[in-house]
């Protein structure tokens, strides 16, 4: 028998499973062969997203913050990962309430529901005593996640990068418009960039059982460190362009950050000056994907994606 047809009976139930990592776990799983239901607040939008695959998931409506709907949810789910999002506080949805409470009310419930297995997607940096609401709050999520459900694995990716994300994609885009480009301070910051399919494809092994004994908590980063200047250089010699850098203060930055937070779809955050304020990269004593088996992309092959598909998008959109 096909070992992808004993994972049938197997039910994993993905909340973020429409997002930019959750969507990859998804189809990861599918392919592994596990029955899996993608949940979300928006489940018309899982349609669209896995159009082009073979195998559909479920799709579920539920809500992290109340309670009573993710119960349908995690019903007869062996694993569940939490790959739920919050960039940008607003009303109710603070990042404790999102990355601690409803974390910790997720990883609870399903351990009442006889789960097995609990994912849950953290980053790289995460610090119950940093000063930064969003990168405490990650930490604290962490800690309430592994004591609410004992054995949860933590994942912590660096930042990740694909054909739609929001990190290479922008600074592709802007390389090729900006004279000058502005570094995070004096772009000193040392990053690690991860492949977002790497990191899908290590929480799907993860799931299926390939796990480093007794380490409940990975941290993925992709092949190569670069400070957030060489990383600059490097994609702009990868597209064949000059690049002129300009420092520029992190307090700038915030401020820059706070009014672009009004936007619909902030192009920058807060938070993600914050992060950019300390190295991001995997510790060199936590298990990652090489642990997993899992040969990282290059960012350079990410490049190409991006390339492609701009090239692609250019040929289609009318003239
Ligand atoms: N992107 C990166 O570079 C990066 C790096 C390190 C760590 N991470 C972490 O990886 C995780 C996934 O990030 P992402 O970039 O993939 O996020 P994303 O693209 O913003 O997707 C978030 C997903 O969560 C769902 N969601 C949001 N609020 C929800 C709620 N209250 N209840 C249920 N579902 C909800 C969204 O669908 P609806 O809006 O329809 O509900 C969507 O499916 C996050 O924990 C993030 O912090 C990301």
Not at 2 to 20: C, Q, S, Y
Not at 58 to 81: F, K, M, P, Y
Not at 233 to 247: K, N, V, Y
Not at 293 to 310: K, S
Request: charged share 25%; net charge negative.
């Amino acid at each position: 028998m096909d070992p992808a047809d004993l994972n049938m009976e197997r039910i994993v139930t993905v909340f973020g499973g429409t997002g930019f990592l959750g969507r990859r776990i998804v189809k990861r799983l599918l392919e592994r062969g596990f029955t899996v239901r993608a949940a979300s607040r928006h489940p018309a939008r899982v349609g669209p997203v896995f159009s082009s695959i073979a195998r559909m998931p479920e799709a579920v409506e539920a809500d992290i913050l109340n309670a009573s709907s993710i119960g349908s949810a995690i019903a007869g789910s062996e694993a569940i990962v939490n790959a739920v999002s919050l960039y940008v506080e607003q009303g109710v949805q603070t990042f404790e309430r999102v990355h601690v409470k409803a974390a910790a009310d997720l990883a609870a419930a399903s351990r009442d529901g006889k789960v097995d297995q609990f994912v849950q997607i953290s980053g790289i940096g995460s610090d119950p005593q940093s000063d930064s609401n969003y990168i405490r709050a990650r930490g604290r999520g962490e800690i309430a996640v592994q004591s609410a459900f004992p054995g949860a694995f933590i994942v912590r990716p660096a930042v990740m990068t694909g054909p739609d994300d929001a990190f290479l994609t922008t600074i592709v885009r802007l390389i090729c418009l900006l004279p000058v480009y502005p570094l995070f301070g004096d772009g000193g910051t040392r990053l690690q960039p991860v492949y977002v399919e790497d990191v899908a494809e290590a929480v799907s092994r993860l799931i299926d059982g390939r796990s480093h004994k007794g380490s409940p908590a990975f941290e993925f980063g992709g092949p190569r460190i670069y400070t957030y200047k060489e990383l600059l250089r490097e994609i702009a010699r990868q597209l064949e362009t000059d690049i002129r850098l300009m420092p520029m203060p992190f307090a700038a930055w915030n401020a820059l950050a706070g009014v672009a937070e009004l936007l619909p779809a902030a192009p920058i955050t807060r938070n993600q000056v914050d992060l950019m304020r300390h190295d991001n990269v995997a510790a060199i004593d936590a298990p990652g994907l090489k642990e997993l088996d899992i040969e990282p992309w290059d960012i350079n092959e990410v490049i190409r994606l991006i390339e492609q598909r701009r090239d692609a998008g250019s040929r289609t959109s009318p003239a």
